[in-house]
């Protein structure tokens, strides 16, 4: 297996310098244990998932931390075992020794709580998500959007040379509904794979839990907590909308966003490559790939997300929004390979609107020309650097 370096180690070893404690989220398989043992080979390894090991951490905690040592250790999944990091506080206050503890979670609600409630102040924090395209261009030329949306960007996919359909049906069934069941009781798993798979048909769109409940026969306060677990889970992405000193009226509901658009496509049925050339869903497909490589930049940097959209209620829109103190990112994407100045119209209403000069344009779209038009930039979408966009 090949590893690929990862954008996001360099962040890790300086977290590692400044802090006892480094904690590492992200979906499952999408290579926070290949990143850590990497990183810190020299460090004695524990994955709470073996469950003679998790039982050790459970019912003996002070004997699991006995002969820890110099080098220390890394915890994968502490999620499994939350109540570990009560007893991570009191060794990092006696002895505060840099990078001594690397743990890592598939769930961000949970594991949250405990470090902030146990680890406050004491442990630097980062999410890694799958690869991103600047990680794969280093392997190799950057490909057609359409394989992107095939392939999606989890890393054994390219290191093994995985079947994507094959793997996301096992990923759905191994992790996804697995983990699920850890976390609620789900006793419909049907209707959640139907609920799952109305969501990944309605990528881009607004939550609208009316509409999700009729077609699913569940009830709504039902579905919010199925969404609040998804996202908890790095399944999906609420992006919010954009609301800041704007007078005008907008939308307050967030957009559904898949953290793999591997993952929607498949779970849109797409089973072979060739049916996303002329698949309805492609378009929204697109925009989850760039809108992810995005979030990818602002993590692999060890920052939180600044993502937004704008909406008001005449259906003025722009598809991404980067907030940024000095300057805002009005940003368009379109899978048409063809440059349109169409395309602005969005972006030129969201700057009407704001009534501030310190808005920059772009418009991020599957052709491969680069030009500027009445001030907006438009990008091709495999220039995947976004360091002009903060």
């Known amino acids: ?25 992200g979906p499952r398989q999408s290579g926070k244990t290949t990143l850590c043992r990497t990183l810190f080979p020299q460090k004695r390894y524990f994955n709470l998932e073996d469950p003679v090991t998790r039982a050790f951490a459970k019912e003996d905690p002070r004997g699991f931390f006995n002969g820890i ?3 220390g250790v890394i915890i994968d999944e502490i999620q499994r075992v939350p109540e570990l ?20 979670g598939s769930h961000q609600f949970e594991l949250m709580s405990s470090v902030s409630q146990s680890l406050a102040g004491r442990s630097g924090l980062l999410k890694l998500l799958p690869l991103s395209l600047e990680e794969l261009s280093a392997e190799s030329a950057v490909s057609s959007p359409d394989t992107y949306l095939y392939n999606g960007f989890y890393p054994r996919i390219y290191q093994d040379n995985l079947n994507p359909t094959d793997y996301y049906g096992i990923y759905l069934e191994t992790y996804i509904e697995r983990d699920l069941r850890q976390a609620i009781n789900i006793s419909n798993l049907s209707a959640f794979e139907r609920f799952l798979r109305l969501l990944a048909g309605r990528v881009g769109s607004l939550v609208n839990i009316n509409s999700l409940t009729n077609d699913t026969g569940v009830t709504g306060t039902t579905l919010k907590n199925w969404l609040s677990v998804l996202e908890a889970s790095y399944i999906i992405y609420l992006l919010q909308p954009y609301h800041s000193n704007i ?5 307050k509901s967030p957009k559904i966003f898949f953290y793999d658009v591997g993952l929607a496509a498949y779970l849109n049925g797409i089973e072979l490559q060739s049916q ?16 992810t490589e995005f979030l990818k930049t602002r993590f692999n940097n060890g ?16 598809d991404l929004i980067c907030d940024s103190p ?3 990112s009005a940003i368009e994407i379109k899978s048409s390979q063809t440059p349109s100045t169409e395309f ?9 609107a704001i009534k501030t000069n310190n808005v920059n344009g772009y418009v991020y779209y599957a052709g491969n020309e680069s030009l500027v038009y009445k001030d907006v930039k438009y990008t091709p979408w495999g220039e995947y650097s976004r360091r002009e966009i903060d």
């Open 344 to 352: 602005t119209k969005g972006i030129n209403s969201f700057k009407d």
């Open 247 to 251: 007078s005008k009226r907008l939308i």
């Open 69 to 71: 040592g110099e080098n």
């Open 85 to 104: 990091t009560s007893y991570i506080q009191p060794i990092v206050d006696q002895n505060p020794q840099k990078g001594r503890f690397i743990l890592t």
């Open 276 to 291: 996303l050339v002329n698949y309805p869903l492609r378009g929204s497909l697109f925009e989850n790939l760039v809108i």
């Open 303 to 318: 920052r939180k997300s600044n993502l937004y959209f704008y909406r008001d209620t005449k259906d003025n829109e722009v």
């Open 326 to 328: 000095d300057i805002i």
């Open 1 to 25: 297996m090949k590893y690929i370096h990862r954008t996001i180690s360099n962040k890790t070893l300086e977290l590692a310098n400044q802090f006892p404690v480094v904690t590492i989220t």
